[in-house]
């Protein structure tokens, strides 16, 4: 049985604290190998339209220039849109053929803004509420509105890359990658006649992949074709601007909602229309407008489209679907609970489908201060206060994770998994599992993950690692265990069942003798023991496996420049059972910090005339800061029934957009039902009402 | 980045030498390098002046402050004298970007950085001030372009200090091979792109080094206000800025980031006229005031809005009062 109180307890840093501080973690942008080369793609800068010239002579006599690849005529309809690559002996040289090249375009007028191209064609407000009425008979409000969020870019600060190594009859690959299994199995297909056996992945540390890092992607295609044609190590790393064209992003979406409610609170349910603003094809994380889920909808009509744009197709992006969503619902409970007269969280209470996040309304509420939370727009002065709360569930998908455990003579013990750290704490996760699994502390446990020789395990999606890693390490651990004490009531010649292990010591019942970990390591046949465990849907710690989580905010809005500072987040998330205080806390704060930057400031914008996007860079697409960032206050709920780790990573971005949005109308009185929520914005739903000094 | 020949000067007249043959001068190269990484700039030859002990600290001297070139704008902000009697600059050098940019960026570099443009600094936009044939921000994405000035560029000037040194009457010297070099009013540095500035922003030439700005002696009764609004708090530039200057008789309000130059808000000056003390009543004429000869773009009137507020409060922040 997972035990509750361990993880808690536990609040070491991150086992590769000092490596990531003072940079000795490598990461595969970081690897450079001897005989190196370095490919890069050709690319087509604007929305729509081909290269009609290129001068590849030139390029080609470039010093350094190995191959030079440019498909002329060669329509594309994204900027980032790839027309063939160039392999040279240097990066310089690579930036030289491409100026070499002069390349020469056409484009036309593309679709880059789905308010711009008008093609919305789905419901809008109209204020006649004949039909739903007619419906609902007991409805005593209904609202109606129209939101929609924004296009992000998944703006890993570790870019895209991979370095193939190919030696002829064996290849070893680094990728920055948050599916090792899925990178080496892309990858064995790709490298001429070498066998999947002799193919190594290395993914030891990851600079984030929120989505946008599974396969081996066309980064590590053209690394493992370039490296197998020169058999040649070949570096494939994305530059900045290419991150954000070409590298994945959360479509944006339009999303009209009208909804009933009788005068006891209930909701009746309406209709909901929800549109995926996606690339010039669909891709992964359209939006995901929880009704069903979440609050107890009634019932509710649902329908569902897409606008294409001149940009790259979206990936799954951290929540893929879910942030939008919650935007637009949690916009919604507000806009209910305000025409109903209603508090927001009493409001809440009354629909919640889920007692543990009824629970959470109720402390969140108490640590973020409510009662002070005044009625909409009514907080005195110029900069006017506002609080807000927003909800989220994660379900569970489970997936099976093997690891394995390995104790060497000396006594120390690694266990490994062919899981990734993308910068989660998964190398602490399993170093503190194996510990308390084992009785020892981390000066003989590592927990190794990264690798495509360790037993598979699952990719980081869906917030599945963890959960999935955490029985699969204890089985691998409590096997070991018992070839211990099988050694060691051999020794004695004592029955098994005689033998007890606690924190580093065997123990025989009968006879009392004691012997530490460490003497029986070296008495041990074979220079290691290997122990497995797997984890399988249906292992007995499944007995509940959502996330449930509820996160206020607390804004301060100057109503004369519309500048929205936050002030404070209280998350309280559950996700069950809690290994390392100070992993599980940072996946809370880094969830909120990015869904703050999703709610104010993160924003993809394509010049309309070409569809070249102006803001590929980390000046112009604005991310929050550490001046932006506020007092963030993260609560791992857990009560008796919380058993097994469950889902984290994900849960925690998506109600931080919906609180902050429910925060700035309740100072100001309006709403703005766009993100992200700029100055401009605000100035503008304060022009009718003339409420701004 | 394309390949350049490096040069490191140790004194004025060897930077001098390297300028007369073409190179252009790296001071802390922030803003220099990221033109090179986008090829926005590409020179065949770099000095670098960051070494030149005559350009650098910051001296009080004939009632007057000398801040060299080289000085940074962490000293600019923290340097006692400025705070004292030119508070308005003080406060935008310390509110400049973040505490690492601060201590590296030079005066001389901040007022000679090039402007934020998107359609400027993207390789993939051949607009007038790179020679082409077209401004691509009227037609395009403006809402943090200019809302003063008459074209046909419409960048704003990104310099934090530029308009506090108009405010101040402050002048910049220089060196220059041929005429030895000269003083020139802030005010007259600064250069629109009607007056000859779309492919440059100011009146240097190229083989000018500026040395230092020096800083009129204070006079009796002098007072400034500063106020930067910004939609991200660090790491980015403000969306607007104010300086307030009170030297005794009249009131100068400059603005900046909302025209290819620092701009002087006329229309609020002339409402002031000659009060000394504000009341929230007189900052908010003066405010509405503000937007005067305003020619805002497709998607930046909104920024007015900002300037009004940037002035009310720069007004009473001059005046020791509260910002209600
Ligand atoms: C994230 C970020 C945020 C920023 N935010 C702000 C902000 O809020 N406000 C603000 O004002 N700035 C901001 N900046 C810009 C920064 O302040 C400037 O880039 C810096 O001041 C330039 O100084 P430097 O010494 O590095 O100049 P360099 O990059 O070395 O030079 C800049 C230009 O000036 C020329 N030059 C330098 N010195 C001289 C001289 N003595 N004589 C003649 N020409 C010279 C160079 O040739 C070059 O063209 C920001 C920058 C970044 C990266
Ligand atoms: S504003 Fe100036 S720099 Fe920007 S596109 Fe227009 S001409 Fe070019």
Not at chain 1, 279 to 287: K, S
Not at chain 1, 578 to 607: M, P, W
Request: charged share 25%.
């Amino acid at each position: 049985m997972p035990d509750n109180n361990v993880a808690i307890e536990n609040a070491l840093p991150r086992v590769d604290v000092r490596q990531k501080v003072v940079g000795s973690a490598k990461y595969a942008a970081d690897q450079y190998r001897p005989n190196m080369v370095f490919a890069k793609f050709v690319r087509f800068p604007y929305g729509r339209g081909k290269a009609v010239s290129a001068n590849v002579e030139k390029a080609r006599r470039v010093p350094g220039v190995l191959e030079v690849d440019v498909r002329i005529d060669d329509y594309q309809e994204m900027p980032g849109g790839r027309i063939g690559h160039i392999v040279a002996e240097s990066e310089a040289a690579i930036e030289d053929a491409i100026e070499a090249l002069d390349l020469k375009f056409e484009h036309e007028r593309p679709l880059t803004d789905a308010n711009l191209e008008k093609q919305y064609n789905g419901p809008k407000p109209t204020g006649n509420h004949e039909a739903i009425r007619a419906k609902f008979k007991d409805a005593a409000v209904v609202v109606e509105a129209l939101y929609q969020t924004q296009v992000q870019t998944h703006s890993c600060l570790e870019p895209h890359g991979s370095m193939v190594d190919h030696r002829g009859d064996e290849v070893e690959a680094w990728a920055s990658t948050q599916d090792v299994t899925g990178y080496h199995d892309g990858l064995k297909g790709r490298v001429g006649n070498v066998p999947g056996s002799k193919v190594v992945v290395h993914s030891d540390y990851v600079g984030g992949g929120f989505g946008s890092k599974f396969g081996l992607r066309a980064e590590g295609s053209l690394a493992a074709q370039i490296a197998t044609k020169y058999k040649r190590p070949c570096r494939v790393v994305l530059d900045r601007d290419e991150e954000h064209l070409d590298a994945g992003n959360r479509p944006g979406s339009i999303q009209y909602m009208q909804l009933a409610a009788d005068k006891n609170g209930r909701i009746l349910g309406g209709k909901v229309h929800c549109v995926s603003v996606v690339g010039f094809q669909r891709g992964g994380g359209g939006v995901n407008n929880p009704v069903g889920g979440l609050y107890k909808w009634g019932d509710i009509e649902k329908s569902e489209d897409e606008i294409t744009l001149n940009f790259s197709i979206p990936r799954a992006f951290r929540a893929p679907g879910w942030p939008q969503g919650v935007f637009a619902v949690e916009g919604m409970m507000d806009e209910l609970a305000a025409a109903l007269g209603m508090d927001p969280v009493e409001f809440r209470q009354k629909n919640e489908t889920s007692p543990r996040r009824a629970r959470q309304l109720q402390t969140g509420a108490e640590l973020v201060g409510w009662s002070e939370r005044k009625p909409d727009g009514a907080w005195p002065g110029r900069v006017k206060r506002g609080y807000g709360v927003a909800g989220a569930l994660w379900p569970k998908w489970p997936t099976p994770c093997e690891a394995e455990c390995r104790i060497a003579r000396d006594g120390t013990v690694e266990v490994r998994s062919g899981v990734q750290d993308i910068g989660t704490g998964t190398f602490t996760v399993v170093t503190d599992v194996a510990c308390k699994a084992l009785g020892l502390d981390r000066s003989l446990v590592s927990g190794l993950v990264g690798k495509s020789f360790y037993p598979p395990g699952p990719g980081s999606g869906g917030s599945v690692v963890s959960r999935s890693l955490v029985p699969a390490v204890r089985e691998a651990c409590a096997n070991a265990l018992k070839q211990m004490v099988a050694i060691v009531a051999a020794e004695w010649k004592v029955a098994a069942a005689d033998v007890e292990y606690a924190d580093g010591v065997f123990h025989s019942k009968s006879t009392g003798r004691k012997v530490p970990w460490k003497s029986v390591c070296g008495v041990m046949k074979d220079s290691v023991l290997v122990a497995h465990g797997k984890w399988e849907r249906g292992w007995a710690g499944e007995s509940d496996g959502s996330s449930d989580c509820v996160q206020f905010a607390v804004v301060d809005v100057d109503t004369e420049t519309g500048i929205v500072r936050v002030r404070k987040i209280v998350a309280v998330h559950s996700a069950g059972e809690y290994v390392n205080r100070k992993t599980a806390e940072n996946q809370i704060c880094g969830g909120v910090t990015q869904g703050i930057s999703y709610a104010l400031f993160e924003n993809r914008i394509q010049d309309r005339q070409t569809g070249a996007m102006v803001n590929a860079d980390f000046l112009n697409y604005k991310i929050a800061g550490p001046v932006d960032i506020p007092d963030i206050v993260p609560v791992l709920d857990q009560d008796d029934s919380d058993t097994g780790v469950r889902s984290l990573g994900e849960p925690a971005t998506v109600p931080t957009s919906g609180a902050i949005g429910n925060a700035i109308a309740n100072a100001l009185g309006v709403r703005v039902r766009s993100l992200p929520i700029t100055p401009e914005k605000i100035l503008a739903a304060l022009e009718p009402k003339g409420a701004s000094a | 980045m394309k390949a350049f020949d490096y040069a490191i000067a140790s004194n004025e007249s060897g930077a001098l030498a390297a300028l007369e043959r073409g190179y252009r001068p790296k001071a802390s190269g922030i803003d220099l390098l990221d033109l090179l990484k986008e090829r926005t700039a590409a020179p065949d030859s770099l000095v670098s002046i960051a070494d030149i002990a005559t350009l650098k600290g910051i001296r009080e001297e004939d009632g007057g402050i000398a801040i060299g070139a080289l000085a940074t704008l962490e000293e600019t902000g923290a340097h006692a004298g400025i705070r004292k009697h030119f508070h308005a600059l003080a406060e935008a050098a310390a509110e400049a970007a973040t505490p690492q940019i601060r201590a590296r960026a030079t005066v001389g570099g901040n007022i000679c950085q090039r402007p934020r443009c998107w359609y400027f600094r993207s390789a993939d936009f051949n607009c007038l001030k790179k020679g082409g044939p077209t401004c691509y921000a009227v037609e395009g994405e403006n809402s943090f372009h200019a809302v003063f000035g008459n074209g046909p560029c419409h960048i704003t000037h990104p310099s934090n200090i530029a308009p506090a040194l108009v405010a101040f009457g402050a002048e910049i010297v220089t060196v220059a091979p041929e005429d030895g070099g000269r003083t020139i009013r802030a005010a007259d540095f600064f250069m629109l792109p009607e007056d000859g500035g779309i492919m440059k922003e100011n009146v240097l030439k190229k083989d000018e080094l500026v040395t230092e700005i020096r800083l009129p002696a204070a006079v009796a009764g002098q007072k400034s206000g500063y106020v930067e609004l910004r939609e991200k708090q660090s790491f980015d530039w403000p969306l607007v800025s104010c300086v307030a200057a009170f030297n005794g008789t009249k009131w100068t309000i400059v603005l900046g980031h909302v025209a290819p130059t620092p701009w002087r808000a006329k229309g609020s000056e002339s409402l002031l006229g000659k009060a000394a003390a504000i009341t929230p009543e007189i900052a908010e004429k003066a405010a509405a005031a503000s937007d005067r000869g305003a020619k805002p773009m497709s998607q930046n009137a909104w920024r007015l809005k900002l300037v009004r507020a940037a002035v009310r409060r720069a007004l009473l922040l001059a005046d020791g009062k509260e910002i209600d």
